[in-house]
């Protein structure tokens, strides 16, 4: 290629890149707007309480993978002393945080979905995480933490709850639409809609699993204490969540700071 003709491409592919980069901030605002007139609906919010907070930047992670990996487990008694928003924050963006300005995220996705959406349960209410922005949006000021527990009473004391939830709606993208076509057609080896259900299920569970182990190894690097749970009623959460037909609650993550001593897990 002539030189005159590289340099070309290369500023088209500058501007291209610019423009997508545009395009997407555009979409954030939009989405933004978005999902805080929705939460408004869902949680019936009349008084306009559904505001959105920023968060800090997550804090740096300097440890290596290898002593991560090492320090990482779940813990199940915790201190009832608050998670600091910039802890919250470290953890929410190794879920689920924004690394390019595409919107590419921490964790992966299948056929990059994106569908899975993050709640945070505190004792000041439900709130819900907004990647693209770094912060969360409130939702109502009620304290359910107690309903994501069944029988495992040193939790309760816990500051937050991360729970996982899957928006299958978001798995009929454009992109699966046309594989699931391809696939009706061709029938490869008697692949029917029942499997491409079944797939698209463990699709779902498989991408919360992504996230739950980037929190356990965050968790580890910035001395949080953490376990994963699936031991909940999730039709009661989901009640509570308000959630659509689509959207199941996959899992929760309990997260906060270990006791200081035995007095500071029960009393
Ligand atoms: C999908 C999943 C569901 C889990 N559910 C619960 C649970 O409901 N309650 C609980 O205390 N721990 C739960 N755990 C934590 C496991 O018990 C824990 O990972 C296991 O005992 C190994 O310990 P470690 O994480 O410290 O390596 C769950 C873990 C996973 C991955």
Redesign the pocket.
């Known amino acids: 290629m002539k030189d005159s003709t590289k340099e070309k491409a290369k500023g088209l592919a500058h501007s291209l890149k610019a423009a997508i980069s545009d395009r997407w901030f555009h979409d954030i605002t939009d989405r933004l707007d978005g999902l805080l007139s929705e939460i408004k609906t869902r949680f019936k919010d009349e008084d306009d309480h559904v505001i959105f907070r920023q968060l800090p930047e997550a804090r740096p992670m300097t440890m290596s993978l290898t002593e991560a990996l090492s320090l990482r487990?779940?813990r199940?008694t915790f201190s009832d002393e608050p998670l600091s928003d910039a802890d919250l924050a470290t953890l929410l963006w190794a879920a689920d945080g924004i690394t390019h300005d595409g919107g590419k995220r921490t964790t992966p996705s299948a056929l990059d979905w994106q569908e899975i959406d993050i709640y945070v349960l505190k004792s000041n209410g439900i709130w819900h995480w907004v990647p693209e922005k770094n912060g969360l949006i409130f939702c109502e000021l009620k304290d359910i933490r107690s309903e994501t527990i069944i029988a495992?009473p040193t939790i309760h004391i816990a500051p937050a709850h991360i729970v996982y939830v899957a928006n299958r709606a978001r798995t009929e993208s454009f992109v699966s639409r046309l594989g699931e076509k391809v696939i009706d057609k061709v029938k490869p080896r008697g692949f029917d809609s029942a499997k491409i259900e079944e797939m698209r299920e463990r699709a779902m569970t498989i991408d919360v699993g992504a996230k739950?182990q980037a929190v356990y190894l965050a968790a580890a690097t910035i001395n949080v204490a953490c376990?994963?749970?699936?031991?909940f009623d999730r039709d009661r959460l989901g009640e509570l969540l308000h959630l659509s037909p689509e959207e199941k609650v996959i899992?929760v993550q309990t997260v906060g700071y270990a006791p200081h001593s035995i007095a500071d897990t029960f009393l």
């Open positions: 487990k779940s199940r495992q739950i376990v994963a749970r699936t031991g899992a």
